[in-house]
């Protein structure tokens, strides 16, 4: 059974830093991508990263590329958030999803795995 578990999130003031983990069961790590994205409250799933853990290029969106790093522990099976410099608009549920796409797709919809999201409250 494929599994992707989030942990995490949580409330931290602005300025303040989280580390998001997504940890992988059930499918062949190094043969997909993973994405991180994030669903505010009211709006659509936004990608933020994505890693291949194969050969570990990643992928950043420009509003969150100065602040956010994506790392992967192939030993683990797990892909890590790094984000920095936390923001009141990073507000938001976080899940990453698996894809077998080599090319880091920016839609939900290409991504064929999820995880139940992990949610980050960051007060003003």
């Known amino acids: 059974e494929v599994q992707l578990v989030e942990s995490g999130g949580g409330l931290v003031q602005a300025g303040g830093s989280l580390r998001l983990s997504c940890a992988a069961s059930?499918?062949?790590?190094?043969?997909?991508?993973i994405g991180w994205f994030r669903q505010a409250p009211g709006k659509g799933r936004e990608r933020v990263s994505c890693i291949s853990p194969s050969d570990g290029s990643v992928f950043y969106t420009q509003s969150v590329k100065d602040r956010f790093t994506i790392s992967s522990d192939n030993a683990k099976n797990t892909v890590y958030l790094q984000i920095d410099n936390l923001k009141p608009e990073d507000t938001a549920v976080y899940f990453c999803a698996g894809t077998g796409s080599v090319d880091f797709p920016p839609t939900a919809p290409e991504y064929n795995y999820w995880g139940q999201g992990t949610q980050v409250t960051v007060a003003s």
């Open positions: 059930g499918f062949t790590f190094d043969d997909y991508t």
